[in-house]
């Protein structure tokens, strides 16, 4: 006896854990976690197993409007110490309305 498949459509997203958006985009597990640190789109929700899930359609909108380059650690670094900076003299004014 031969079975007949019928196509119901979906409805919503097609929603895939990590290992299932890595076979389907034909890359590794681990070159979709540096994507996921880089931004990439995961659901909020996981799966009854408590793995990540991933919107198909939302990935491939990210990838193709071309993902954010990670910056440089010099650049990162230069960030910090302007920060850093910036917090040092809102620190010296309080200290000065203090005084006060």
């Known amino acids: 006896m031969a079975a007949t498949v019928h196509s119901l459509g979906r409805r919503g997203p097609l929603v895939v854990t990590k290992q299932q958006l890595a076979a389907e985009l034909g890359r590794s597990v681990r070159w979709i976690e540096l994507r996921v640190n880089e ?15 991933f919107d198909l359609n939302q990935v491939r909108a990210w990838l193709d409007a ?5 910056t440089a650690a010099i650049e990162r670094m230069a960030l910090v110490e302007q920060q850093l ?5 809102r620190v010296q004014r309080l200290e000065r309305e203090r005084a006060r």
């Open 39 to 53: 931004g990439m789109p995961v659901e909020s929700n996981t799966d009854r197993h408590g793995r990540r899930l």
């Open 85 to 89: 900076e910036q917090l040092a003299a």
């Open 66 to 70: 071309g993902r954010p380059k990670a």
